[in-house]
């Protein structure tokens, strides 16, 4: 399982570096992290993340990202 939290941790750090100026001057910040592909889903809150990604992630954004042992899943930022 820590496997998996971290892959997706840096699944979602590129997610986040990849598209920091979509999110606009008066988006919300995130909540959370929802994966979901099928009956498979995951959620990472956003305490998770280190300080720096967590300021990048906005609400909306969305990316597929690869977590071992679940496959490619679909991802939103909430």
């Not at 988006?27 to 929802?34: I, N």
């Amino acid at each position: 399982m820590k496997l998996k939290i971290a892959i997706g941790l840096v699944a979602i750090c590129s997610i986040a570096l990849a598209s920091p100026s979509i999110a606009g001057a008066k988006a919300k910040k995130a909540a959370g992290v929802y994966c979901e592909q099928g009956g498979r889903n995951i959620s990472f809150p956003a305490s998770k993340f280190k300080p720096n990604v967590r300021s990048r992630l906005r609400v909306g954004q969305k990316g597929k990202m690869n977590i071992a042992g679940f496959g490619p899943l679909n991802c939103r930022v909430y």
